[in-house]
């Protein structure tokens, strides 16, 4: 399966020259812990970075300084790694894994933002994948009571 097909579409973003308290807000508003950062241009968003609610706290809140000066680019997580929609869900598991990062950005096959791929939404495709496996006994029981029958 394409990581594209599992991945969050409605995706929230900022540009790395909206203020943290800015970013912040709008994180409250759309009830997410992470917004993508972008550079915008006439055809799209091109991610930059990852802002997390961690990285307002560590950087911003726990030393005291002032969310309204500083701005999203200055703290933004800018190790950015990025998964193409066409990428393997499992390829990807393991990129994520090696990195150590919970939160994917997805583009398309123009560097564009298309969506957001989360540890979350991986662990929650899993499931489903092992529930269906789990399946396999019950439904070849079944299988066999009616062929003998």
Known sequence: MHIGEICTNDTICCTRDDTVQAAAMLMRRHHVGDLVVVDADGSG??????LT???IVLAV???GLD?????AGDIMSDDLLTASESD???ETIEHMRLRGIRRVPVVDADG???GIVSADDLLEFLAEEMSELSRIGSWQQS?????RQ
């Open 45 to 50: 968003k091109v991610p930059l970075g990852i």
């Open 53 to 55: 609610d961690r990285d």
């Open 61 to 63: 809140v726990a030393p």
């Open 67 to 71: 969310a309204g000066s500083l701005l």
């Open 88 to 90: 393997d869900v499992y």
């Open 112 to 114: 564009k933002l298309s």
């Open 143 to 147: 299988r066999e009571r009616r062929t």
